[in-house]
């Protein structure tokens, strides 16, 4: 009787089983059922996934019954009213966070779309959905971006596209929404702004008059021509070009075309056959690739680029492509558009890219120019003109993170970059040192060593100890950044006798290395890893002497080179021990700790997030900075080349071929954004008196340097 029982024990033990696990897997299938639709519902990475397919975006039905009337447009909104500044920053970052709502298809009830996604306004998306600044989390959103193309009005169903955006389930009245237009208004009465229901909406547009422009909310930007993409950029200088005034325009206003055609007259009549070129469209047909003078015919937008200056006369819209196609062709615009708000005029200084005419004064436009621009002036422009186009203008990526870069300016004003910076190119020729400090720093004050570590506190440890050796030492700081692990508890510490200090980071960056804490009080950092154990007293010491004569340039131990390849065109990364010397790894340099704050705020370009991405190169961006703003090279202090923990075989990013090849990849970025390599290669080296000589080494201040 025992038998039986048990075997009916067990078979009930494992239905009971049997029937936990059906019901853990079907729990289990629900969540994730509602994690997928939570994801759906927020237009996280669905909406990045959606982009690229769609034929499955949703249909949703505008102008059904019990929908909402399009929200009334608020033209009297700025930052202070309209603008939620408190939905910002809830990241935790001092970084915009834009959501893109999921993407659907509007149609009308009859189930026709209301407005098809242009490929420019695709672009827009794409851009934002793959930068820095997007969120998946409405709730975290600063900005919200309808997947709504409103960039050309002439296509928009006005009331269909009002109702649209009302029925978004976070539109509130459009508060903290950004809509792009570049073409606003209809003919014949072309209004400059966005001409939809949008509430408080902002809106980044291509066609603002300074009536229409709402100051410090709104953002202007160019009309965008997709038309001529493959045309090259114009760099010919404008000594050689051959007009020096061209008007391509094909829809100025017939009083505008009097007045030109009248200077055509004059300037033929002074024997000045190449001053002024005024252009009409051939035929009745409006061809995009050419322009006709009579029966003459010119390539366009090719004879742009054989202009000085491009004149941009106001025609039906204020905003006009031509400005956009002038300056890819090098050409400076001339503006003849009274009250038009010109792109980025919020950060760009159009004084020195531009020349603005009043439209009263275009018939002695000519005049102006000739008297008022010289040669030398001109070819600055130009290069301006070049380089503003290719920071900001090429693309319609170009644009529209450049529209998200002044918004996170404007939110942020802390972080936010100055004007200079927006406005200033790279001149190699032309360096200014920013650093007026004595020829030789106080001894008395020491330096600040800065370690960046995250795991490693053995060796850690070690260099603490290492470091307190050093008599100039004044204070260790310790830079943990290591977010899932907190540092050790202070009486782990070594006890030394200087200030030890730690600080944590909110993430695992590598830029954290170079931000100028408060806690450093001294002019000299000294930047270290904590795998670094190997150096002396006598060396480190050595190296702050050192900096004290070159306190503007970064000084230090492992020294490495760029070659230029003529393989590949190109610059590369060079460890080999040589004797040139164009860089000092700041995994063991001393520098200003002036240029810690250069790096935190004014670092061009997308190098600071190209590093913290790549988890690499940061030293490489330090020297570049360093010497592009000095013109000078570092200074390489000792003989020792190999910094090499022996204890530490894990977590050596030097350890492999990649990283090599990262490297380089980082130098020929880096040029690309500095437009120039600032990089100076030189042989030196700083050793000390005696440091050769076969002298007793209780003569040398300096006798325990250590070896190769």
Not at 443 to 468: C, H, K, N, P, W
Not at 489 to 501: D, E, F, G, M
Not at 545 to 556: A, K, L, Y
Request: one cysteine or more; a negative charge.
């Amino acid at each position: 009787m025992i038998l039986p029982d048990a075997v009916c024990g067990h078979k009930y033990r494992n239905a009971v089983v049997s029937t936990v696990i059906v019901v853990v897997v079907m729990v289990a299938l629900r969540l994730c059922a509602q994690m997928v639709g939570v994801g759906l519902a927020s237009g996280g990475s669905d909406a990045r996934v959606s982009l690229e397919a769609a034929s499955h975006w949703e249909e949703l039905v505008v102008g059904g019954g019990g929908q909402q009337q399009p929200t009334p447009s608020r033209h009297n909104c700025h930052y202070y009213n309209c603008f939620n500044v408190y939905r910002c920053g809830r990241n935790g970052n001092q970084r915009l966070s834009v959501y893109v709502y999921p993407l659907a298809r509007y149609v009308d009830e009859e189930h026709v779309a209301i407005k098809p996604m242009s490929r420019e306004f695709f672009e827009v998306l794409d851009t934002i959905l793959n930068s820095e600044y997007h969120t998946p989390n409405p709730e975290e959103a600063c900005l919200l971006v309808p997947p709504i193309d409103t960039l050309n009005e002439n296509s928009l169903r006005r009331d269909k596209i009002g109702q649209a955006l009302s029925m978004l389930p976070y539109w509130a009245e459009g508060e903290n929404h950004l809509l792009f237009n570049m073409l606003p208004g209809t003919p014949p009465q072309f209004d400059t702004s966005l001409g939809v229901g949008r509430g408080k909406a902002m809106v980044a547009g291509g066609g603002f008059s300074s009536l229409t422009y709402r100051r410090g909310y709104d953002i202007a930007i160019p009309v965008y021509n997709p038309a001529h993409q493959n045309e090259p950029l114009g760099r010919k200088p404008g000594s050689e070009r051959q007009w020096l005034v061209v008007s391509s325009q094909v829809n100025i206003h017939r009083d505008y075309r009097e007045d030109l055609e009248a200077q055509v007259t004059q300037v033929m009549a002074e024997g000045s056959h190449s001053d002024l070129l005024v252009l009409e469209k051939c035929g009745p047909d409006v061809n995009l690739t050419q322009r006709c003078r009579g029966d003459q015919m010119y390539p366009y937008p090719g004879i742009l680029r054989e202009a000085k200056f491009c004149l941009v006369v106001r025609g039906g819209r204020l905003g006009q492509s031509v400005l956009y196609d002038a300056m890819r062709a090098g050409c400076v615009p001339v503006i003849v558009a009274d009250g038009y708000q010109m792109p980025f005029s919020e950060v760009i200084d159009w004084r020195e890219a531009s020349i603005q005419v009043y439209e009263e004064d275009l018939p002695e436009v000519m005049n102006i120019l000739r008297r008022d621009v010289s040669m030398e002036r001109l070819g600055e422009m130009q290069r301006q003109v070049l380089w503003l186009y290719e920071q900001y203008f090429a693309t319609m990526k170009d644009i529209t993170l450049t529209t998200l870069k002044i918004l996170n300016d404007r939110v942020f004003p802390a972080h936010a970059r100055p004007l200079s910076l927006w406005n200033t190119r790279p001149r190699p020729s032309a360096v200014a040192n920013p650093l007026f400090l004595p020829l030789t720093a106080p001894a008395s004050e020491g330096f600040t060593a800065v370690i960046l570590t995250y795991d490693r506190l053995d060796s850690l440890f070690q260099v603490i100890q290492m470091m307190a050796q050093v008599p100039s030492l004044s204070k260790v700081l310790v830079v943990w950044n290591n977010q899932r692990k907190p540092p050790p508890q202070a009486s782990l510490w070594p006890k030394i006798n200087v200030p030890l200090k730690v600080v944590q980071t909110r993430e695992n960056k590598l830029s954290n290395r170079f931000y100028p804490y408060e806690e450093i009080e001294t002019e000299c950092i000294l930047a270290i890893d904590d795998d670094i154990n190997m150096m002396t007293a006598d060396e480190l010491e050595f190296g702050y002497q050192v900096w004290r004569e070159f306190s503007d340039r970064i000084v230090g131990f492992p020294s490495r080179n760029v070659l230029w390849s003529n393989d590949t065109h190109s610059w590369k990364y060079d460890s080999e021990w040589t004797n040139e010397v164009s860089m000092v790894l700041t995994g063991l340099a001393f520098y200003h700790k002036y240029w810690s704050y250069v790096y935190t705020t004014q670092l061009p370009g997308d190098i600071k997030s190209w590093v913290d991405t790549n988890m690499n190169c940061e030293d490489i961006a330090m020297n570049f900075l360093v010497s592009n703003l000095t013109g000078k090279a570092p200074i390489k202090v000792t003989p020792r080349k190999k910094f090499k923990c022996g204890e530490c075989t894990s977590g050596d990013l030097s350890a492999n071929e990649a990283h090599m090849v990262e490297r380089s990849q980082c130098v020929r970025h880096f040029t690309r954004v500095f437009g120039t390599m600032p990089l100076k290669t030189v042989e030196f080296r700083a050793d000390p008196v005696l440091f050769m000589d076969n002298f007793p080494k209780k003569l040398k201040l300096y006798d325990d340097m250590g070896s190769l």
